[in-house]
């Protein structure tokens, strides 16, 4: 049986699919050129300008904000994706090659929320889109960390966990958007 929640996560994360799978044919695979930490950045970007728009209660540029947590979770997926294929030295490969990557990872990161949730029942629920906005931010200077320490902690998650956690909160902002609950 499904949950609200996993319905939710579904629709969430299959149109930011549908979108990476159009980029993809757009753009090819130009974002096999980036270093984890340069991706680390783009998420760092998009987090920021929401915050931005937050504190300022005004935008100038007309990009909904949607489409930031949107660049978030691909961009998660990608860091994810880009750590798998390391070793790959090819810049391009096609979206066929990308998916199960791309599913693997969504999948690993939807079973991480359902345990999370469990425990937590569904705190997330009760929470601002601006708080989450603010712990998305504060993961990334986690990572920002984990990166300038060359990938070692002492007693610490490491970088995957953290973009899976921002992942998950980028659709929980979608989630409460889609439901106009911030």
């Known amino acids: 049986m499904e949950t609200q929640t996993a319905s939710e996560y579904n629709e969430v994360i299959g149109l930011c699919k549908e979108l990476f799978k159009k980029k993809t044919q757009d753009y090819g695979t130009a974002w096999r050129i980036l270093r984890l930490p340069s991706l680390t950045d783009q998420i760092f970007i998009k987090a920021q300008r929401i915050r931005s728009i937050q504190e300022k ?10 489409d930031e947590f949107i660049g978030i979770i691909n961009y998660c997926l990608i860091a994810l994706m880009q750590n798998d294929l390391h070793a790959d030295p090819r810049m391009e490969l096609s979206f066929e090659e990308l998916e199960p990557i791309y599913d693997k990872w969504v999948e690993e990161t939807k079973d ?47 970088v995957v966990a953290n973009y ?17 609950d911030n």
């Not at 209660?57 to 949607?66: C, E, F, L, N, S």
């Not at 705190?123 to 200077?141: C, E």
């Not at 980028?170 to 989630?175: G, K, L, Q, Y």
């Open 164 to 180: 899976q956690d921002m992942l998950n909160y980028a659709v929980f902002c979608m989630i409460k958007l889609n439901h106009n």
């Open 57 to 66: 209660g005004t935008q100038k540029v007309m990009d909904p904000i949607k």
């Open 112 to 158: 991480l929320l359902a345990n999370k949730n469990h425990d937590y029942g569904e705190a997330w629920r009760g929470m601002r889109v601006s708080s989450i906005t603010d712990i998305i931010l504060m993961k990334l200077y986690r990572v920002k960390q984990i990166e300038d320490n060359q990938g070692q902690t002492i007693v610490s998650e490491g």
